[in-house]
């Protein structure tokens, strides 16, 4: 479904990314993990257009999407959360979730600023949608408070319902449990495999939380300095000796 | 369409209604002079300048420091054809008049909302502190524009000059203030309308975070382009109706200093908010007027004033907030719930 053949990027003469391949079959779960300034959250930007690759293609369901402007990868079904929560802080909990629905919508500029009878039946399916989706994140008591003013672990689940508003076909995580306790922490994973089925999606995750990110992936990428160090499944990686290396150091030699 | 089916909307159009009949009244039998009904003028057209730059600048986020020069453009376009081309001058009956006056309104918007997009297109693409020196810049030459454009006019038997330096002279007396009342109603309905639609949400998204609007399907450089636009074009449209009461126009009417003015009005009243905006609008017009007697001086007032606002007040008289009348029942209904 996601092809990434061989992208290289650079910052400057700063390699951040170098020769990634991954390929995701539909519905599957895939961990991307990797110390920090390892380049997980570079490779998001890289495959929602927000960076250019240096080099390499990008393609999503045999389309290539390489260097197209975030929005239309957005409409190709592709959509993202942030490592440092991006929400519409002063708007509220409601109105972020359907800024997300409106490039599904359709109605005109003039029928909007005549306010005709089409503009108002689709304003009133865009708030049940995304009342809707608000219930499955349990943030139906907040639909009406500004989405800045809610506590960090609430303000991720706005961050996703908002995602999954744009009827995705995949869903990229950065760091979805980070900051939250190891209880909001299983949680949320248990809402992420929940969505996963009922949503049919394909999810790319970045997570620093090993429980979760172990317990959720089937195939684990583990990057350091911007190449990818090893492959495999969440057993393979936990006992695989470059990994522990790459994190815990090298043991001592006398 | 059921427009009156609520009594908030019936009650807000009753209460229009009664204004409009009251200060009819009231200058029909001469308690306000034409002084007074020029300057309540003069504060409608500035509130709708106020309010289009709010959705450029307090709405969308963006920094345009020329809605002056999309004023005058519109003021010119507007003065050109009704003196020019329809030579209406004070002798023509006001009921032959008000066509022609109407289409030099919908003219003037056209040219700047054209105007608005020819700039907007190509440096929107960009971050936002390009837009501020562009719209500095297209002031400028706006007004050396107008320095230039000079014609010849026949006046039933003499010749006169006008444009170039010595400005447009001779714009009839056409704003009313019935015209200048329907024209402010529509311009903040229709302003109000947008902001309270998926396009406006866009618009407010991009304020918001602009990486994240673009992340969540939204493109970006279209709704800063829209929002630039219905920007421009209302402003032209309010230069139209400026045109025609203070009855000249001037090339330096267009800088910067001038676009800084409307700025003021839509910090103080508060970004985001279009009754700050016309609240602003009105107050600073009305004290800037009744300073009038103490001459250069009020501008030193003038400041003071500004001073102490913002210490006290520095989201603004306003903040975000709006008077009810002012947002959409179904959006109020939302917050009465909670």
């Known amino acids: 479904m996601l092809r990434i053949d061989h992208v290289t990027h650079y910052f400057g003469g700063l390699r951040a990314v170098e020769d990634f391949c991954i390929d995701i079959a539909p519905q599957q779960i895939i961990g991307l993990i990797g110390p920090n300034g390892a380049g997980k959250t570079t490779i998001f930007n ?45 708007m509220t909990v409601l109105e972020n979730i359907m800024v ?3 490039y599904r919508m359709k109605s005109g500029l003039l029928s909007s600023l005549m306010r005709l009878p089409s503009f108002t039946h689709e304003e009133e399916d865009t708030e049940a949608l995304a009342t809707k989706f608000a219930k499955i994140f349990k943030l139906d008591d907040v639909l009406n408070v500004p989405a800045g003013s809610l506590p ?16 995705p076909k995949m869903l990229l995580l950065d760091e979805p449990a980070a900051g939250m306790n ?73 | 369409m059921k427009p009156f089916s609520n009594k908030a909307l019936l009650f807000a159009a009753l209460g229009l209604a009664v204004l409009y009949v009251v200060i009819t009244v009231l200058h029909k039998t001469e308690v306000l002079n034409d002084y ?31 809605h002056a020069g999309f004023m005058i ?54 971050s936002d502190d390009y837009l501020a020196i562009v719209t500095i810049g297209f002031g400028e030459i ?35 203030f019935t015209v200048v009342f329907v024209v402010f109603l529509l311009s903040i309905l229709i302003i109000r309308n947008f902001i309270y639609s998926r396009h406006g949400r866009a618009c407010i998204a991009i304020r918001e975070n602009e990486v994240a609007a673009h992340l969540m399907g939204i493109n970006i450089t279209k709704y800063k382009v829209m929002a630039f636009v219905i920007g421009s074009t209302f402003a032209g449209i309010a ?80 903040g975000r907030k709006e008077f009810p009348f002012l947002v959409p029942l179904k959006e109020r209904q939302k917050h009465v719930k909670n």
């Open chain 1, 100 to 102: 997300a629905h409106h």
């Open chain 1, 152 to 167: 960090y672990g609430r303000q991720r689940r706005v961050e996703i319902a908002r995602a999954l508003v744009t009827e």
């Open chain 2, 239 to 318: 230069g139209a109706l400026l045109a025609h009461i203070i009855q000249m126009l001037h090339p330096t009417m267009g800088g910067f200093m001038k676009s800084v003015e409307y700025l003021i009005m839509v910090y103080l009243g508060g970004m985001g908010s279009i009754s700050g905006s016309i609240i602003a609008a009105f107050g600073l017009t009305a004290v800037s007027e009744f300073l009038r007697p103490i001459g250069e001086l009020r501008m030193v007032l003038y400041g003071v004033l500004l001073v102490i606002l913002m210490l006290k007040m520095p989201a603004g008289i306003m």
């Open chain 1, 46 to 90: 890289l495959i929602t257009g927000v960076y250019k690759p240096t080099q390499g293609k990008i393609s999503f369901e045999d389309e290539d999407i390489t260097g197209k402007l975030p929005y239309k990868i957005t409409q190709h079904g592709i959509v993202r959360t942030f490592q440092n929560i991006r929400l519409f802080s002063t």
């Open chain 2, 142 to 176: 706006i007004r050396v524009i107008f320095n230039f454009i000079s014609f010849k006019v026949d006046r039933g038997g003499w010749v006169q000059d006008v444009g170039g330096p010595r400005g447009l002279s001779g714009i009839p007396l056409l704003s009313s």
């Open chain 2, 36 to 66: 007074i009904m020029r300057i309540i003028i003069l504060m409608m057209i500035n509130a709708i300048l106020a309010v289009s730059l709010n959705l450029i600048n307090g709405f969308t986020g963006l920094f345009s420091v020329g």
């Open chain 1, 182 to 254: 190891p209880k909001e922490a299983l949680e949320l994973l248990d809402l992420i495999k929940q969505i996963a089925i009922d949503f049919k999606l394909t999810i790319l995750l970045i997570e620093h939380q090993m429980p979760v990110v172990m317990g959720v992936a089937e195939r684990i990428h583990v990057l350091d300095f911007g190449k990818t160090l090893a492959v495999g499944t969440p057993k393979e990686i936990q006992n695989h000796p470059k990994v522990i290396e790459a994190y815990l150091g090298e043991g001592a030699k006398i």
């Open chain 2, 73 to 126: 453009t519109g003021g010119y376009v507007a003065g050109f054809i009704t003196t020019l081309v329809f030579k209406i001058t004070s002798e023509t009956p006001y009921a032959a008049a008000l066509p022609m006056f109407i289409l030099a309104i919908l003219a003037a918007g056209a040219v700047s909302g054209l105007v608005g997009f020819l700039i907007g297109l190509p440096v929107l693409r960009l």
